[in-house]
């Protein structure tokens, strides 16, 4: 295999990390902390790599096969993890390098799982490093989602090829439809920011919340994550641009273009939608009923937190630990769904859902009518023949994985329910588990190192889509 088109995308990618450490290392000097040596000498040493990378390997570097791009995909988002963890080891937090790779991973992943204690008195560079890692992870997903995931027939995903077409214009398409979300994804960031300006948030907390909020991450600059302020108009503006967050940025796209009509015909945002609001609905109505909480309180702590969940962010305005039995398990299970395709969101992803469900109901017609002749559709069209069983697979390994991740956590010495929130929180990339030790008022500094080990891997599998991780694992990708 030839690695040099590997290895100089991955130097351009990490010249571009080495540049966004600029932000937080002049945030540190403008506040007059210490840390903004530690930034420095990041850049040197990431830029460093990332340039001798560059220059090493020019030259042929116009495609690469499949098999470079399962390769890519690891390595890239394995490299900018190590990186992306020097701030935090170097800094005056004195980070173990465990806890400095989980940190950055959590970050670029969009998981948003932290083992920072102290955030409210943190220095701004590493609060605003925090941001940036889940701001760069969550637009490098939507493109990998849309320009890479989709040809290599990953988990389904080949069904949304239409989007991209495989003809001659494929490389300029793919570089017009990069650089339009990407603007894209500034411009609602910024507006973002501007909103929770309004509602009282000072401009670097505006900031960082709405870097962590757009990319659907989670990291806050406050301990107690959204309880710090308790302003519901606060709130609202996450909630509405986590909602963004987990649609579909090519229907944005669409929508700029004219065709608004595109949210509305598109079945997996409708179910999206349906779902969001079917679930807070009955753990409103759980509340009101069986905790006693008044109706606005119930549907603004049950609004928040399952939007927060289901789009993967993991903001949490309260403890939902203590809401009762069949609320954890709603949010447990809303860990796994995830939002839309095409998102910054992770999980199983709706789309999933309805391909099975179409499959499903196709099987039961033909069980009833044997000669009948039935096609599965998704969103108004066929399904690609090969679409179900990378479905079925995706559904299949998700579920191997998540019990692997729990059985091993629960190996190191975590208890069951730490286990299983653990392995669900990581694969699905949403941040806050359940329990007092993981859960919305706690956080992952008291795990052992091998728990931290084994949650990162868990969280590079649910944020690649499991199948190019195992892909490169495979004895076959090596012998060919």
């Known amino acids: 295999m030839d690695f040099r088109p590997i290895l100089y995308i991955i130097g351009i990618f990490l010249s571009i990390l080495s540049i966004s450490m600029v932000f937080p290392m002049l945030a540190d000097l403008y506040t007059g902390s ?94 605003l490093w925090r941001a940036l890692l889940q701001w760069l992870g969550g637009i490098g997903i939507i493109l990998m989602a849309m320009s890479i995931l989709p040809f290599l027939n990953v988990g389904g995903m080949q069904i949304f090829k239409t989007e991209l077409s495989e003809s001659e214009k494929a490389r300029p398409r793919t570089a017009q439809l990069a650089s339009s979300i990407g603007l894209l994804y500034l411009a ?136 009762g039995g069949f609320a954890v398990s709603m949010l447990f299970f809303l860990m796994a769904v995830g939002a839309c395709a095409g998102s910054t969101s992770c999980g199983i992803k709706i789309f999933r859902f309805q391909v099975l469900y179409s499959v499903t109901k196709v099987q039961i017609k033909k069980l009833l009518h044997p000669h009948g002749v039935f096609i599965p559709h998704y969103n108004g069209r066929p399904i690609p023949k090969d679409v179900p069983m990378s479905v079925m697979s995706f559904f299949f390994l998700y579920a191997l994985c998540f019990c692997l991740l729990a059985i091993s956590l629960s190996y190191v010495g975590l208890d069951f329910l730490t286990a299983m929130s653990g392995a669900a929180t990581s694969i699905s990339n949403v941040g ?48 060919h």
């Not at 710090?228 to 579909?248: C, D, K, Q, R, Y």
């Not at 004219?258 to 349906?274: L, Y």
């Open 34 to 127: 210490t840390d903004w040596k530690a930034f420095f000498l990041s850049i040197i040493i990431t830029s460093f790599f990332g340039g001798a990378l560059i220059l090493s390997n020019m030259g042929n570097t116009n495609s690469i096969s499949s098999r470079q791009a399962f390769l890519l995909i690891i390595l890239s988002w394995l490299g900018i993890a190590t990186f992306g963890a020097l701030p935090f080891r170097l800094s005056e937090l004195q980070m173990s390098f465990t806890d400095s790779f989980f940190e950055s991973m959590s970050g670029i992943t969009t998981t948003g799982s932290t083992v920072i204690t102290g955030l409210d008195d943190a220095p701004k560079g590493i609060l």
């Open 188 to 323: 609602l960031t910024v507006i973002c920011a501007i909103c929770y300006m309004f509602t009282g948030l000072k401009t670097f907390d505006a900031v960082a919340h709405s870097l962590t909020t757009i990319a659907t991450g989670g990291y806050s600059t406050f301990d107690n994550s959204f309880s710090h302020s308790n302003n519901p108009w606060t709130e609202i503006v996450a909630m509405i641009f986590m909602i963004v967050g987990g649609l579909p940025f090519v229907l944005y796209l669409k929508a700029i273009g004219g065709n608004i009509k595109a949210f509305f015909n598109d079945s997996q945002v409708r179910a999206f939608i349906c779902i969001v609001v079917l679930t807070i609905t009955i753990t409103t109505s759980y509340l009101v009923m069986q905790q006693g909480k008044t109706i606005i309180e119930s549907l603004r702590h049950a609004s928040f937190n399952i939007i927060s969940i289901i789009t993967g962010t993991g903001y949490t305005n309260g403890d939902f630990n203590a809401w």
């Open 432 to 479: 806050p588990g359940l329990g007092d030790i993981i859960g919305p008022t706690g956080t992952f500094t008291t795990l052992p190192d091998s728990a931290k080990w084994i949650l990162s891997a868990g969280m590079l599998l649910g944020r690649l889509e499991i199948f190019p991780v195992l892909v490169i694992l495979s004895v076959h990708f090596w012998k």
